[in-house]
C-alpha cells in the first residue's frame, strides 16, 4: 500500500454511482457489466484518483447483499420478525415523524430510476456455514484485473460483524462460534482478494451502528466488549494476510438521518486500532463527525499505519470546495504526519448521492489534495 511521501494520496470507499443499471436478467448484461467496469476505471484515472476500484458494479452496487450465495449452510428466512429489533433503534424511535416522512418520500437513501437497487435477505444458519463463492469472486476479479490490472487496485469485502445481523444461528452452539464460523468462511475470500494482487478493504458499518440498536440498552462498556470479540473473529479471518494489504473502512451507516446516536469515535478508538489491518477509513468530513479530528490528538496512529479520512462526504449534495478539502487533509496531517494521510470519502456514493454530484466531489477531492499536497511542502 503506496504512503503520500510524494504528495498526498487519493482514494474513496468503493461504491460508485452506475447511471441505467441492469438488473441482471438482461442478455446482454455481462457486455454491459464489462463496458461498465471498464469506463468507471478510466473516469477514475481521468479525475487522478490513486487508489480505485470497480465501483462496486461486480457486487451489484452493494456492500452487503453480494454476499448472497457466498456462504454456504444457510438458507434464505422469509419470516424475519424476530430480526427486526436490530434494524429500529432509538435514532427511529425519537426522530418518529422523520423517518415516517422519510420513509414516505423515499430520502434516506438515493433511488433515482436508472440506479442500483438493492433486496437485502435475510439467512439463517442450519448447518456447517461454508465459503462457496470462488466462481463469483473469480469473475470479480478477472474484470477488475481486465479493466485495470492490480496496482493500486482495492476490492471491498465485508466484515463478519457486518454479515451477522443478516444471519441468524440454528446450528452452532453458541454466538461465538457461529461469528467465527462466518470468520473462516470469510477468510478464503480475504485471502483470494490478495493472492490475486489487490488490495483488501473490509467494510465494517454495522460493527458501531448497532449501538444504536443494542448497545445503549446493554451500556457502552459491555457493547466495546462485544464490540472488541467481533474484531478477534476479523483478525481471524485475516490472519497471515500482510497488514499493509488492508484496509479497514469503519462508518456509522450511510442514510440520510440525523445520525444523533452514531457512538463517539472516542469510544471505539480502541476497537478500531485493534484490528490488523494497515489503514483505517473513517467519516470525518459530514456535520457529525467532522469534530472527530481531533480525538487524533491524543490517540496515536500505530507505527507503520495509515488514516484515510473522509474529506468529503455523501450527507450533503452541497459540493466540497478544494480549499475545505485541503484544510481537512491538512488537519489530520498535523496530528498524524502528511506521509500518514491518504485523501478518501465517508462512505460510498452509489444509492446516496446523484451520479453527478458525486464526480463533483471526487474531482474536487483531487483538487483539494493537490493544494494540501503544496500547503505540506509536497510535490
Known amino acids: 500500500m503506496r504512503r503520500s511521501t510524494d504528495k498526498i494520496l487519493t482514494t474513496h470507499t468503493g461504491n460508485l454511482p452506475w447511471v441505467d443499471a441492469p438488473d441482471g ?4 448484461f455481462e457486455p454491459r457489466l464489462k463496458a461498465a467496469v471498464s469506463d468507471i476505471v478510466k473516469w477514475q484515472r481521468d479525475t487522478g484518483i490513486d487508489i480505485i476500484n470497480e465501483g462496486e458494479f461486480t457486487k451489484g452496487g452493494d456492500w452487503l447483499s453480494f454476499m448472497d450465495g457466498r456462504i454456504g449452510g444457510c438458507e434464505v428466512r422469509t419470516d424475519t420478525d424476530n430480526r427486526a429489533a436490530v434494524f429500529k433503534g432509538r435514532e427511529q424511535q425519537v426522530f418518529a415523524d422523520f423517518y415516517k416522512y422519510a420513509a414516505e418520500a423515499g430520502t434516506l437513501f438515493y433511488l433515482a430510476d436508472g440506479q442500483i437497487k438493492v433486496q437485502r435477505n435475510y439467512w439463517v444458519c442450519t448447518s456447517a456455514i461454508s465459503y462457496t463463492g470462488q466462481d463469483a469472486l473469480a469473475k470479480e476479479m478477472a474484470l477488475m484485473k481486465d479493466a ?7 476490492l471491498t469485502s465485508t466484515a463478519p460483524a457486518s454479515l451477522e445481523p443478516y444471519y441468524e444461528n440454528e446450528f452452532y452452539e453458541s454466538e461465538e ?3 467465527f464460523a462466518i470468520a473462516d468462511a ?7 482478494i490478495v493472492e490475486a494482487g ?3 478493504q473490509v467494510d465494517d458499518a454495522w460493527l458501531p451502528a448497532l449501538w444504536d440498536r443494542i448497545g445503549i440498552d446493554m451500556g457502552l462498556e459491555a457493547f466495546q466488549k462485544r464490540s472488541m470479540l467481533r474484531v478477534e473473529a476479523l483478525n481471524h479471518a485475516l ?3 500482510r497488514q499493509d494489504k488492508i484496509r479497514y473502512h469503519l462508518c456509522w451507516g450511510s442514510w440520510h438521518g440525523p445520525h444523533v446516536f452514531d457512538l463517539e469515535l472516542v469510544h471505539l478508538m480502541d476497537v478500531l486500532l485493534a484490528v490488523n489491518a494497515g489503514a483505517y477509513m473513517l467519516e470525518a468530513a459530514n456535520a457529525r463527525h467532522e469534530h472527530e479530528w481531533a480525538v487524533w490528538q491524543d490517540a496515536k496512529l500505530p507505527d507503520g499505519k495509515i488514516l484515510i479520512p473522509g474529506v468529503i462526504t455523501h450527507s450533503t449534495d452541497l459540493v466540497e470546495h478544494p480549499e475545505l478539502i485541503s484544510q481537512r ?9 502528511a506521509d500518514n494521510v491518504i485523501a478518501g470519502s465517508d462512505c460510498g456514493f452509489g444509492g446516496r448521492s446523484h451520479p453527478q454530484v458525486a464526480w463533483a466531489k471526487l474531482e474536487s477531492m483531487v483538487e483539494g489534495a493537490a493544494l494540501a499536497s503544496k500547503a505540506l511542502g509536497k510535490g
Request: proline share 0%; hydrophobic share 55%.
Open 148 to 154: 485495470a490490472g492490480t496496482d493500486d487496485v482495492f
Open 186 to 192: 470469510l477468510k478464503a475470500e480475504y485471502e483470494a
Open 198 to 200: 489487490f488490495l483488501l
Open 177 to 179: 462460534a457461529f461469528l
Open 239 to 241: 490472519s497471515g494476510i
Open 329 to 337: 487533509i491538512q488537519r489530520f496531517a498535523s496530528v498524524v504526519g
Open 25 to 28: 436478467s438482461e442478455a446482454d
